[in-house]
């Protein structure tokens, strides 16, 4: 179904999240703006948009979360219906090596947004992407939204943030403000940082001959992974909703890094352990060591559930990653 005249503008645009949230949009008719911050890899920048051949269907704008003035100028140009706040720097362990730049992007750059629309555009709904590293050292078996937040990263602390700010103009200024606070979601379109996408580019250089041993950190972390296509969807359900609030988003299963690890091998008929060697530097300072979300009220105000198994992301992202090197793409 088309909605037809709405605008949006996603910040993270050239992210995994943006790029998935951008075809949805697109398939609903909306018209897509990101927020680009231009840096020294602006030649890459767009690979994502590019793999999934949306790239010439977007429109980007100069802009950074840590500059107000940027961000009031882009929403004069665009006038949002919706602000999608996906923009960060996301990647944990690299929040312990860049803490106060984790803090100024991924935290108050949120305060920054949200009171660039309070100025610019206070009819627009405000979602902003909330994290599962806020739990950090859980409180309880099974994490939802009343569960205590714990976190034990910069990273984590810098959500945490942004969190309750997001809370904060909701409650103080009326905003349709929410946030949604998803669990580990992966892809094609991971970064290659990422563990899952590690993985399974290693599990395809493997395969392939390129290399025998794939270095890892900690096998026995549980998280639960879902699929960022799945995840997507839920961000545009919250700001269908008449009220704002805040959701947990997951599948409610999680594994130990050491099974997708095997759900990946095997996958192409190898044996992990065969190919597996453990690193400490790839240990974090402070490891979080489960992770398992409670989804029931996504389930039941959004009517949104995972449609997408471990098993079948897993299988995807192989693929995808042998076709890369088949074909000499990079991501």
């Not at 100025?119 to 994490?143: D, K, T, V």
Request: proline content about 4%; hydrophobic content about 40%.
């Amino acid at each position: 179904m088309s909605v037809t005249n709405k605008r949006a503008l996603i910040s993270g645009i050239t992210g995994q999240d943006g790029a998935y949230l951008s075809q949805l949009l697109l398939d609903k008719g909306y018209e897509v703006h990101g927020l680009v911050r231009r840096s020294a890899s602006a030649d890459v920048i767009g690979t994502r948009l590019i793999w999934l051949g949306i790239d010439n269907k977007v429109v980007l704008h100069d802009g950074n979360l840590t500059d107000l003035a940027s961000l009031l100028r882009v929403l004069q140009v665009v006038k949002p219906h919706e602000v999608y706040n996906l923009g960060a720097q996301s990647f944990v362990k690299s929040s312990w090596q860049q803490p106060y730049l984790t803090g100024l992007v991924t935290g108050l750059g949120v305060t920054n947004m949200l009171e660039a629309i309070r100025i610019g555009c206070p009819e627009a709904r405000f979602y902003q992407a909330s994290s599962s590293e806020m739990y950090g050292l859980i409180q309880e078996p099974r994490q939802n939204e009343k569960t205590p937040f714990y976190p034990r990263s910069p990273y984590g602390a810098a959500k945490l943030y942004g969190h309750w700010m997001t809370v904060n103009y909701r409650e103080s200024f009326g905003m349709h403000a929410s946030n949604g606070i998803l669990f580990n979601h992966e892809s094609p379109l991971r970064g290659i940082e990422f563990v899952t996408r590690k993985i399974t580019d290693g599990v395809a250089r493997i395969k392939l001959g390129l290399q025998d041993k794939l270095q890892l950190g900690n096998l026995d972390a549980r998280r639960d992974w879902g699929h960022a296509r799945d995840y997507v969807r839920a961000m545009w359900l919250m700001l269908q909703q008449d009220k704002p609030d805040d959701y947990v988003v997951a599948t409610g299963r999680d594994e130990s890094v050491r099974t997708f690890c095997e759900l990946a091998f095997s996958y192409v008929g190898l044996n992990s352990a065969d190919h597996i060697v453990i690193d400490p530097k790839f240990l974090r300072p402070a490891e979080v060591e489960v992770l398992l979300g409670d989804p029931t009220k996504a389930q039941r105000q959004l009517g949104w559930s995972a449609t997408i198994t471990l098993e079948q992301l897993a299988a995807e992202m192989v693929d995808a990653d042998l076709k890369r090197l088949q074909s000499g793409t990079h991501l």
